[in-house]
């Protein structure tokens, strides 16, 4: 959900506008298939024909999912100058972070980069 806080003052013949947008993204690497897949060995060639397996493992992940915080911070200010009553200047500045991906749970090991999928 963003949060945005906007304002805007008219002085004279200019209009003065700024504001920020944040917003706070959670994206989860849920992967149905993963570690639902045995691993299946087979010794000789007749045990592969007849589908018997010697041996057959199947892993699980350690959780279901793994969720990473995004920020994202948007700032601005503008100002819209009538110059005349045929002419507008309008001008301003604007600056935007986006974060790093960022695991809550700190299962990421530091130096990785994360699996998004």
Do not use: C
Not at 44 to 52: E, H, K, R, S
Not at 73 to 99: C, E, I, M, P
């Amino acid at each position: 959900m963003p949060l945005r806080f906007r304002e805007a003052w008219s002085i004279g013949a200019h209009e003065l506008r700024f504001g920020t947008n944040t917003r706070i993204f959670r994206l989860n690497d849920y992967n149905f298939g993963q570690g639902a897949v045995p691993v299946v060995n087979y010794t000789t060639l007749p045990q592969f024909i007849y589908g018997v397996a010697s041996t057959a493992s199947k892993t699980f992940p350690l959780a279901n999912s793994q969720p990473y915080n995004f920020l994202n911070l948007d700032v601005y200010a503008q100002d819209t100058w009538k110059v005349t009553r045929t002419l507008t200047w309008t001008f301003g500045v604007r600056a935007t972070h986006n974060s790093n991906p960022v695991n809550p749970q700190s299962a990421q090991r530091a130096g990785a980069p994360p699996r998004l999928i």
